[in-house]
Structures are given as structure tokens and as C-alpha cells.
């Protein structure tokens, strides 16, 4: 053999892992073994989530996400289909920018080096990537199409700028969305999170929050990750109704406002509010606006204003996770009086930081009685608690020390015509009423919110728009893209909310592309989620400078076959990327409306029973163990930890295991027979191997199919028997997509020319795998005597025969057995 992996031809060499991996590293980058025709038939296209290349380098997570989705697209190699597996970097956005910083390097300088670390690593992992197609969204040919993606929304409407409240990270400058927030803290850096007003640039995500979750129901994707968007989009059926604010400053002590008869009219001040709960309108005994609600300072009296102001600027100061979580409830009277649209009666209007603007219309109907936090809200401030759903039509003075949320088998009481009703028909009955009158219609609504897009920070794409005084927000021609990326050499954002792009005044002061008269440029810049929003249709078509993406090849190679990820991307860059995908589906620019055909989530490792983490010590570098035991071995222990979309534990000694096996299987190839055939025994435990790890690997059961595969390497070499060639190919060819380069090794070895991965996979004979024989344990008395091996389909008689006939087990049967106790192909009990 050449490349000194075996010495001489009678003594052949141990198996050597660096030197293996070392010459089919080189020899499928010669060859561009992974090199894809994207005019290849049976075209299938595998994704894995590309990394930030944010750190020194990647962590054992990334290549245990990375090695799952490489055995998948392996295997499908082997089936027959032309695979397609790219690999970039996310590499804008602000953990790069963090990580610049801390290290104090600018990232136009870090990132790139950074990335050719990963590349290394990557590729000595040994990941069947067609290289040809990597990208990074720092480059220039690719955040150039994430700009034009910007304007394909903004033509459509769907890009929007408005002043909006936001959590805002003192440390890190910038805004972070809801997700970015723990217990009212930054998740990167730890800091106490502020609440700010700015203006930011939004897409209408919320435009399609019925069709995002329609196609819920259809998608092949992880539960988990399913049932994570559902909730995050969060449908509502329910009403929104009307409550008339009465005149700040003629209220004359009234408390009624008589019957409501007439029809409100347009120019009324009103206060309106979402509820799924409209049955409840009876019971509402006052309004709460959010600190932030544009009524406020219209309903607030001037004898409240000072206090509201007040309130109001405590508010500001909390995050907007806080704000939904805080146990002690506060608030502040504005002196002003809305009318109930059920009741006729006025009811109060306050503020208080547990309504927030971001959902439904920043206003609540209080139903003190039936909500848990309008109860402690009532109390706190001795505000009146009505009962309106009870038990039967009997229970309308229950008391109600706490709020009673009860519906199931409730009717309504207190509430006039509808008592005695359902709550479900009180809910159809009160809300046909109300739309009668002009008080109330029924609605809707999601708990999704529009997608913020604009980031406070240096290190993104620059949002492609300019503003004129003459011709007001105009969309940069696509003619005039990329908008470049200026170097900025202090790019440490501040706690101005202004981005670092705003001082630099050579590049923001731009003509008018429509005028020609002087104007200046967006300075925020993009979230790095819309880099990664559409990276999966840019990579097929790398390359291509016309477009985006190519049509011919995307129509071929989209929408991708099998994703896989992490499911903390769930609500994130998974639901970005359907969104993304319709908006431009509804452009007539792609033919299917959703990107991923399959997605699953891979689970997480944990070391020695404990999550990793640099301050614990305890993060498992991979180069050290690629160094130590080699990537096959470091690939196939990570599958082996347990379900793959479950994760497992990472401990030391665990990968001796594997690599022993590897040891085992190289020593076979180097003394199996190529005369003579197989035996029978051998040859059904293979192909009942060979079913198991056909059936396993497409379900990402690889724990199991690894296990499978070490089960028929026992019984290979039992008792040190030499293996026939004919039982050893095929394991070869079963090992593959778990350890590539040995296989690629033994594969040469035993006389093939060509890639393992164009071989095929072996096919599994049903009849060679039915087993013909079966081991029966014989017990005496309940008491375990022996073991008799019978033909499979032996009955009583037969086993009766065999057990009576073995002197080890016939010594403890005296006399007539008094019964006789037979489960086939699996026990026989002599009672005596």
C-alpha cells in the first residue's frame, strides 16, 4: 500500500488513524471526491446550520450537530442520490462584533481568520462538504442579495420604520429581542436590561401568522420545534371591544352613563382593548392601559398627571421580560373613566407595567373575578371584584378570594340576558350583541409580534435605504448594491442608541438616488437573523452574480430535503426562514412556499453529567481528541453517546469503546479470506445487521445502529475466528458514513477501486435474516436448569424431547412431571 500505512506485505501495519485520515483528506480534495454536479441526477440536498465563527474555534456541539447531518447526507450518497452538502459561516452580527472587541481586533481582520481556523477543523473532521459552494454573510457578493432581500420586502410593504419600545442592553449597546432576556438580564453578558423608545425598522411578520402556523400541520419537522412555534405565534380567537372615554373634565360624580343606547360615533375617544374572553364583559370593573399607550396622556386629569409621569418613567426603566413575569403588582390612577360597553357603568383607567403595548392593543379590560393577575391588581389597590362565571345559576354570590378561571361546565351569572348561558355560547351571544352595537367585533389575534430588524451596532449589512428631505424614504437601487460596509476603526458602539455608522459623515452623506439633491443614509444595520434567513437558497447558486439565487437550479435543488439544527433556533431563524420563504414564494420568485421539507433537532451533550461551560474546565476541545484518537473514532463515539436527538454524556473513558472497534475492524480486513464462502451463522447476523442499520440511520438512530454493528463484530470474530470476505464488505460499507476515511482505507484494501460512497450499500437478504434455530431456557421447578437449541418453529413435544435428553438438565426431573409450562421461542418450566 502506499502512503506507509501498511510497512511490508507480510507484516501488516496497525491501524494508524492520523495516517489514514491524513491521506484520503488529501486524496478527496485531489480528486474533488465531494465536488457536486449540481446537474447530478437524483438531486438531494442536505443543510446543517452554519456556525458563527465568533470563538478560537468550534466546540464538540458544533461536530456533534455537524457529524449527524454528515452521516445523513453519506448515507444518502450511498443510496444513489447526488448529494448536496455546503457549509458557511454566519458571521455578521454581534457575537462576532463581542468577540472583536474582547479580544481587541477589528472583525474585518479577526472574522477572516477565524473562519480558515473553522475550515481546518472542519475539514479534519472529515465532513463530506462541497467547498466549492461556502460562503460567509460578511461577503461582499452575499450581503449584497441579503440588502436586495430588504428591498423585496420593503417594495412589498412589508418593511416599515416606527418609534417603538425596546429591551435595550446597556453593556452591549444595542436591543435584544425578548429571547435574548433572562430574568431580566442580558444573555450574553449579564447586564440589567433597560427599556427604550427607538425608532427601528420592522417587517410585517405578523402578515402572515395564519399561513406560518397553518403549515405547521403539514410540515415533516420535530414536534418539539412545532409545538415551540405554535406557542410563539400564539392564536387568539376572541373580540376586541370598544370603551367610550368620558370627558376628562365633565364626569359631574356620575357613575352610570344610561344604557348605552346610541351607536358610538367615530370621532369618540375610545379605549380598545383584546380579549379572548369577552363572555367575561360584565365583570369588568376597570381599564389598563400600558405605560406606553398613546391615550395615556389624553384620559390622564391634570390633578394625576404628576403621578402618571412618574409611573410612566419607572417603567421605562424595566425590561419587557420583567414586565411580564414581576409578582408585585404596581400602577398608577389616571383620574380618567371609560364606559363599559356591557354594563353602561363607568370603570376606571389605569396604568401598570403587566400590560405592554407589544400585545394585542395595549389595553386590558380587567376582569378581577376570572384573572389571576387582575385579582392581585384589585386587591392591591381596592378596586371592585365581580363575579360573572360560576358553578350553576345559583352561584352568583360565591365568594371569590381568588380569581376563579374555571370554564369547563361554567355559565354565566351577573351578566344579565346571557346569565345561565355556556361560557362558550355567552362568548358567541355577548360578541353578536356588542357588534350590534358598534361596542365590539370579533377578532383574531397572535401573540406573534412584527420582527424587529434594526441593530444599533457596526459589524451587519447596512439597511438599504436613504432619506430625502424632498422625496422622503427612498429604497437604494438594487443597480447601487451592496451599500458597502465602511471600515470603521472605533467601531465600540455607545449608549447613544445611535450607530456607530452615524460618525462617519463621508459615508452616510449621499445624494438621492431619485433627486439628486443632498440626503444621508440609514446608519442602523440589519439583524444577523436576516443573514441567516435565506443562506440555504444562496448556496446552490454561489457564483451566480445575476441574482440571488439561479432560477433554473434553485427549482431543482429547492426546497431543501433535510435540515437539521438546533432547537433553540426554533422561534428564531426557523421561523425567519418560512417567512423569508413565503414573502418571496408570493413574489413569484420561488415556486414553494416552504424551505425545509424535513427538519429535525439534535439534542445536546453534556460532559461527565454536566453542562459545558469554560468556567467549569470542562469543554471537550475536538482537535485534542482528533489529535489523540482520531476523527473516526472522536465522530462515531459522539453518535454513540445515545439518541442523537436527544444528546448524551461526553465522558473520557467511553471512547476507547469505539476506537477498539475500528482496531477490530482493521485487523479483520488485514486476515480475511477471499476463498471459499462464508458461514451461515455469520451471514444471518449480518443481514439482520444489515437491516437494523438501514432502518436506524435514516431515523437518526445511530446509537443503535453503532451498537448493531459492534453486536455483529462479536460474533465476526468470535472465539478469534478469521472473517470471509463476504462477511467483512459489507460491514465496511455499514461503517462508512460513520467513520469515512478508514472505510475509504479498508474499502482499497480489499481490491475495490473507487469512493465506498459510490458503492452502494448492501442490501439485506429477509430470508438469510430469519433466524432458523432458537435458544430455549429449561427450567425445574422455576429454577433455570440449562438452555436446548431447537428449530424455531419447535413445539412443546419437541422441547420436552431436547431438555429430557440433556443429562445436566434430565438429572433434576424425578418422576411424571406434574405440569409443564411452554412459551415458545422463549422458556419451558417442568413442574415436578
Not at 474 to 480: D, L
Request: aromatic residues 10%.
Amino acid at each position: 500500500m502506499t502512503d506507509s500505512i501498511r510497512e511490508t506485505a507480510d507484516e501488516p501495519a496497525a491501524y494508524d488513524p492520523a495516517a489514514v485520515e491524513r491521506k484520503w483528506q488529501a486524496r478527496w480534495e485531489e480528486r474533488g471526491a465531494n465536488h457536486v454536479d449540481l446537474g447530478g441526477e437524483r438531486p438531494y440536498y442536505t443543510l446543517m446550520m452554519f456556525p458563527y465563527p465568533s470563538a478560537e474555534g468550534l466546540h464538540v456541539g458544533n461536530l456533534f450537530a455537524f457529524t449527524g447531518n454528515d452521516i445523513h447526507g453519506r448515507f444518502q450518497r450511498q443510496q444513489g442520490h447526488t448529494v448536496f452538502q455546503p457549509l458557511g459561516y454566519d458571521a455578521f452580527g454581534i457575537h462576532s462584533e463581542n468577540y472583536a472587541l474582547k479580544v481587541g481586533v477589528h472583525p474585518s481582520e479577526l472574522i477572516p481568520r477565524n473562519i480558515d481556523n473553522f475550515r481546518r477543523q472542519l475539514k479534519r473532521a472529515g465532513l463530506m462538504v462541497d467547498w466549492s459552494h461556502e460562503l460567509s454573510t460578511t461577503d461582499r457578493d452575499y450581503y449584497k442579495w441579503t440588502q436586495w432581500v430588504f428591498l423585496q420586502l420593503h417594495e412589498r410593504g412589508l418593511a416599515y420604520k416606527k418609534r417603538a419600545s425596546v429591551n435595550w442592553c446597556p453593556n452591549d449597546k444595542t436591543v435584544l429581542a425578548n429571547e435574548q432576556v433572562i430574568n431580566g438580564e442580558c444573555e450574553r453578558c449579564g447586564a440589567r436590561v433597560e427599556q427604550r423608545s427607538l425608532e427601528q425598522w420592522f417587517f410585517r411578520i405578523t402578515d402572515y401568522a395564519g399561513r406560518l402556523l397553518k403549515n405547521l400541520d403539514t410540515i415533516d419537522w420535530s414536534e418539539s420545534t412545532r409545538t415551540a412555534q405554535r406557542n410563539w405565534i400564539g392564536r387568539s380567537e376572541g373580540a376586541e371591544l370598544v370603551f367610550p372615554v368620558q370627558d376628562v373634565y365633565e364626569y359631574a360624580g356620575s357613575a352610570t352613563v344610561s344604557g348605552m343606547s346610541g351607536e358610538m360615533t367615530a370621532e369618540q375617544l375610545a379605549v380598545r382593548v383584546f380579549t379572548t374572553r369577552p363572555d367575561t364583559i360584565f365583570g369588568a370593573t376597570y381599564l389598563v392601559l400600558a405605560p406606553e399607550h398613546p391615550l395615556v396622556a389624553q384620559v390622564t386629569t391634570d390633578e394625576q398627571r404628576s403621578e402618571v409621569e412618574d409611573y410612566q418613567v419607572r417603567a421605562s426603566k424595566q425590561d419587557l421580560v420583567a414586565r411580564k413575569t414581576v409578582k408585585e403588582k404596581t400602577g398608577a390612577f389616571t383620574g380618567g373613566y371609560a364606559t363599559n360597553p356591557g354594563t353602561g357603568e363607568l370603570v376606571p383607567i389605569w396604568i401598570a407595567d403587566y400590560v405592554l403595548m407589544e400585545y394585542g392593543t395595549g389595553a386590558i379590560m380587567a376582569v378581577p373575578g376570572h384573572d389571576e393577575r387582575d385579582h392581585e391588581f384589585a386587591l392591591a389597590f381596592g378596586l371592585p371584584i365581580v363575579r360573572v362565571v360560576g358553578a350553576d345559576a345559583h352561584h352568583v354570590a360565591a365568594p371569590m378570594d381568588a380569581a376563579d378561571t374555571e370554564t369547563d361546565g361554567r355559565v354565566l351569572v351577573n351578566s344579565r340576558q346571557f346569565s345561565g348561558m355556556t361560557v362558550d355560547a355567552g362568548k358567541k351571544a355577548i360578541i353578536g350583541w356588542l357588534s350590534e352595537r358598534g361596542a365590539g367585533t370579533g377578532v383574531t389575534n397572535y401573540r406573534l409580534h412584527d420582527w424587529c430588524i434594526s441593530r444599533q451596532r457596526y459589524w451587519g449589512p447596512p439597511i438599504p435605504i436613504i432619506y430625502c428631505d424632498a422625496c422622503g424614504t427612498v429604497p437604494v437601487p438594487q443597480g447601487q448594491l451592496p451599500v458597502e460596509l465602511p471600515f470603521v476603526e472605533d467601531f465600540k458602539p455607545d449608549d447613544s442608541g445611535i450607530s456607530p455608522l452615524a460618525r462617519v459623515e463621508s459615508w452616510y452623506r449621499v445624494p438621492c438616488p431619485t433627486c439628486g439633491k443632498p440626503a444621508r443614509r440609514e446608519t442602523d444595520v440589519s439583524d444577523t437573523f436576516l443573514d441567516s434567513a435565506w443562506y440555504f437558497l444562496r448556496y446552490p447558486s454561489t457564483g451566480h452574480d445575476e441574482a440571488a439565487f439561479d432560477p433554473a437550479i434553485t427549482k431543482k435543488w429547492l426546497p431543501v430535503n433535510s435540515y437539521i439544527g438546533g432547537n433553540e433556533h426554533a422561534v428564531l431563524h426557523l421561523l425567519y426562514s418560512r417567512f423569508i420563504t413565503m414573502v418571496l414564494h408570493d413574489a413569484g420568485l420561488l415556486d414553494f412556499e416552504e424551505p425545509f421539507t424535513k427538519f429535525r433537532a439534535h439534542g445536546m451533550i453534556v460532559r461527565e453529567g454536566a453542562k459545558m461551560s469554560k468556567s467549569k474546565g470542562n469543554v471537550v476541545n475536538p482537535d485534542e481528541y482528533i489529535e489523540s484518537w482520531g476523527a473516526d473514532s472522536f465522530r462515531t463515539y459522539l453518535m454513540f453517546l445515545g439518541p442523537y436527538e436527544e444528546g448524551g454524556d461526553f465522558r473520557d473513558k467511553g471512547i476507547s469503546g469505539v476506537k477498539r472497534f475500528l482496531d477490530r475492524l482493521w485487523a479483520s480486513a488485514q486476515v480475511a479470506e477471499r476463498v471459499g464462502e462464508g458461514e451461515r451463522a455469520v451471514l444471518r447476523k449480518l443481514h439482520q445487521t444489515i437491516r437494523k442499520v438501514s432502518q436506524d440511520v435514516p431515523a437518526l438512530s445511530y446509537n443503535t445502529a453503532i451498537a448493531a454493528m459492534m453486536e455483529y463484530m462479536n460474533t465476526l470474530r468470535s472465539n478469534e475466528r478469521t472473517p470471509h470476505l463476504t462477511e467483512l464488505e459489507p460491514l465496511v460499507q455499514l461503517v462508512a458514513p460513520f467513520a469515512p476515511h478508514i472505510a475509504e482505507e479498508l474499502w482499497e484494501q480489499l481490491g475495490h477501486e473507487g469512493s465506498v460512497f459510490d458503492a452502494g450499500w448492501p442490501a439485506f437478504d429477509a430470508s438469510l435474516a430469519a433466524e432458523s434455530e432458537v435458544t430455549l431456557a429449561v427450567q425445574v421447578n422455576g429454577k433455570t436448569r440449562g438452555t436446548v437449541t431447537l428449530p424455531i418453529d419447535a413445539d412443546q413435544s419437541a422441547a420436552m424431547s431436547a431438555a429430557m435428553t440433556d443429562a445436566s438438565i434430565a438429572k433434576f426431573v424425578t418422576g411424571e412431571p406434574k405440569k409443564v409450562i411452554f412459551v415458545p421461542k422463549r422458556m419451558l418450566n417442568i413442574v415436578v
